[in-house]
């Protein structure tokens, strides 16, 4: 029973590098979200997506891109690596929107741009 | 701007003994989560309080929701090493949004 899977776990990027974080989850979960945290600020959402195929921006969506071509995966995109992106990015999934339905995470990606 | 804050950020405290932990906005929430997470972990969902004044249990924790729905508390009675870890509060502003907006986050330490 994985849950919600992230890779990598660790990262070390250069300024204007790209990278793709992966997440899938193995729970036929319909709706999936990006979060970033940072110390002292809680967690902070990047993008979500309620079904395959279909995206929106949260809270802090400059820097970034998503696409949701499966249920299972939703990968993060940062095309040009900013040191202001050094963050733990975490991966969510729930079963449906609203108050009754609470996220699963993944164990987070810990990535450092220099 | 950060909708909600948690206090005290930090706590440290003895094996046994009891705390709060606050979760305070000045917006109202159809229903707010709480989660604990562990150094190197995600946020592993704790309860969901969604009417007003609502009290529930989970063994020693004790969460409470505001009667406006603007704040909840989290009371650990005799806390216990394992209770160490991040506690977050999680606000939905309405009742099918997607969105639960984060709280800052208690760091807490229960020494032996």
């Known amino acids: 029973n994985a849950g919600v899977t992230q890779t990598p776990k660790f990262r070390i990027l250069k300024i204007g590098q790209s990278m793709t974080l992966q997440c899938t989850q193995d729970m036929n979960h319909n709706y999936m979200y990006w979060y970033r945290q940072d110390p002292g600020m809680g967690l902070k959402l990047i993008y979500y997506s309620v079904g395959a195929g279909i995206t929106d921006k949260g809270e802090v969506p400059n820097g970034y891109n998503v696409s949701r071509s499966t249920t299972e995966d939703f990968p993060l995109r940062l095309e040009l690596a900013a040191p202001s992106q050094t963050s733990v990015y975490f991966c969510a999934s729930s079963y449906g929107a609203g108050v009754y339905y609470g996220y699963t995470f993944g164990s987070g990606t810990r990535l450092t741009v220099v | 701007t950060q909708l909600l804050e948690q206090s005290p950020q930090f706590l440290s405290i003895q094996e046994g003994e009891n705390l709060t932990v606050y979760c305070n906005s000045s917006?109202?929430?159809?229903?707010l989560q709480w989660y604990r997470q562990e150094p190197g972990e995600g946020p592993v969902l704790l309860v969901t309080v969604v009417t007003g004044g609502e009290v529930k249990k989970l063994k020693r924790l004790t969460f409470q929701f505001g009667d406006a729905r603007k704040d909840s508390s989290l009371h650990i009675t005799a806390a216990q090493p394992g209770d160490t870890g991040l506690y977050l509060c999680a606000g939905a502003l309405s009742n099918t949004g997607n969105q639960f907006y984060f709280g800052t986050g208690t760091s807490l330490t229960v020494i032996p």
């Open positions: 917006s109202v929430f159809s229903s």
